[in-house]
């Protein structure tokens, strides 16, 4: 499996800008199609966003399309969240995942998840 640790959460204000990075540990990172999914209080964690390990294919959430930007760096083995136009409903912890496939919008087709880290957004 691979590693993965999420940082950059935190507390940012509405309408605000927040980057949020995933760092890996797998030397096949650059095989690897990458996601970030989140999980609000109560609720069941929900896509977010997803890339291609070419880097060619993203999907987003309508919930954050246009609003959100995933990117990788394969050398870095880095994976990144910009998050723009913030609202208390992005308030969630996020988390990082891998898996060595195309790309899902399921959970359960990903393998490798890091702990997390909380974004929170306040009004």
């Known amino acids: 499996q691979v590693q993965l640790v999420e940082s950059g959460g935190g507390l940012v204000q509405a309408v605000g800008l927040l980057w949020l990075s995933c760092a890996a540990s797998?030397?096949?990172?650059?095989?690897?199609?990458v996601a970030w999914f989140r999980q609000a209080p109560g609720k069941e964690r929900e896509f977010v966003a997803v890339?291609?390990?070419?880097?060619?294919?993203?999907d987003y959430a309508d919930s954050v399309s246009e609003r959100f930007t995933i990117s990788r760096d394969n050398p870095k083995k880095m994976v990144y969240l910009q998050m723009s136009k913030l609202t208390p409903d992005d308030t969630a912890v996020y988390y990082c995942?891998?898996?060595?496939?195309?790309?899902?919008?399921?959970?359960?087709?990903?393998?490798?998840w890091g702990q997390g880290t909380q974004v929170t957004v306040s009004s």
């Open positions: 995942a891998s898996r060595l496939f195309g790309v899902s919008r399921v959970a359960t087709d990903f393998n490798s």
């Open positions: 797998d030397l096949m990172f650059s095989g690897l199609a």
């Open positions: 890339q291609s390990a070419s880097g060619y294919t993203t």
